[in-house]
């Protein structure tokens, strides 16, 4: 009976071992296809092949601290200008536009053109938009505009009921319109992209950042949701889900764990069509195998530390 339950315990922990064992190569194949072997073998979607215009929302220059830092709409529309493709720059500041247009215009080569809306509407916003996109072979669509809570962490309480009505507007509702005026043609052409920037926020509940994360997990919920419902048609749907990115949002410099909006998108770039939930960028996807080896307890506690330090000593612009 001793042996027979020692035997037992024994077959446990080897099968347990050899379970855990695969799960981490698994892992590590996923790391070493998306983020070392994808470009040099083009793994990922080929983005010119998918139509002739990108749409992008939003595409900050932001003034982050010392320093001029690009958002990173702004980092997808020229490093999509760059594979020439054509670019439509919506946003809300027509001088950030035009300033941007140029820029991009030049990268590529490409014919750019801006369409003016505050997001902050509500579903009446955007039949201009949908007019305006009306004549375009649209290939892909980067939803990334997004509004985060004024000097980024806050009580929920400290922010107005509008505050909080309109960062749902911009995080949630222009994602779903959006990719409701650009699915359609994507589906008759049998090809598309669209790319939706959610926030690592969306995967662990974030204190003093409620409504943000949970419009960023709303963010992901619709994408992995479209992701299933649109196999078979063609259509690569892609929900990122980036750290710290420093731009005027996360007020962060450039650090080993926080990169600049350029180093950021050039890497998320690769990523496309090779996975459908991604970190976008290396250093990030192993900060989430860390939170997944510890329990949520833990995850949960540190999270909630780190914000009340941060609140704390809260790095306004
Ligand atoms: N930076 C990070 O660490 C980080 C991490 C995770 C996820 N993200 C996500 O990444 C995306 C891009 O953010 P970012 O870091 O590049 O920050 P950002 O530079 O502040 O970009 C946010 C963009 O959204 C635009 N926007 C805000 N409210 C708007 C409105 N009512 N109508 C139209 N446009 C509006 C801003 O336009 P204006 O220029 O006119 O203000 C800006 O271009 C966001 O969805 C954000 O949630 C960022």
């Known amino acids: 009976m001793g042996s027979s339950c020692m035997h037992a315990f024994a077959v446990i922990g080897i099968v347990c071992t050899a379970a855990i064992s695969l799960a981490i190569l698994l892992f590590v194949w996923r790391l070493v296809k998306v983020y070392v072997l994808a470009r040099p073998l083009k793994l990922h979607a080929d983005l010119k092949e998918m139509g002739s215009w990108a749409v992008v929302t939003a595409l900050k220059v932001s003034c982050h601290v010392t ?3 690009d958002g990173i709409g702004k980092q997808y529309a020229l490093h999509l200008a760059e594979l020439g493709l054509n670019i439509v720059l919506v946003g809300r500041s027509p001088e950030k536009l035009k300033a941007t247009e140029d820029e991009v215009r030049a990268r590529g080569n490409v014919q750019v053109k801006t369409v003016v809306v505050d997001c902050s509407g509500g579903r009446e916003i955007y039949a201009d938009v949908e007019r305006e996109l009306s004549e375009l072979e649209i290939g892909v669509l980067v939803n990334n505009v997004g509004m985060a809570y004024p000097g980024l962490y806050s009580d929920f309480l400290a922010i107005s009921r509008d505050y909080h009505a309109d960062m749902i507007n911009v995080n949630n509702l222009s994602y779903v319109m959006m990719t409701h005026i650009v699915l359609p043609q994507m589906i008759s052409r049998k090809r598309g992209t669209i790319v939706n920037i959610s926030s690592d926020s969306a995967r662990v509940p974030y204190p003093f950042l409620a409504t943000y994360s949970a419009t ?16 078979g048609t063609g259509v690569i749907i892609q929900g990122v889900l980036p750290g710290f990115v420093a731009t005027k949002m996360s007020l962060e410099d450039v650090s080993f764990y926080c990169p600049s909006a350029s180093v950021y998108v050039r890497s998320a770039l690769t990523t496309i069509g090779v996975q459908s939930r991604t970190s976008g960028y290396l250093v990030h996807a192993l900060q ?30």
């Open 67 to 69: 320093k001029a830092t």
């Open 216 to 231: 960023k997990a709303f963010v992901d919920f619709l994408t992995r949701s479209l992701e299933t419902e649109l196999q």
């Open 288 to 317: 989430v195998l860390l939170m997944k080896i510890v329990p949520d307890f833990v995850v949960f506690k540190f999270i909630k530390l780190e914000m009340e330090k941060r609140m704390s000593h809260p790095k306004l612009t």
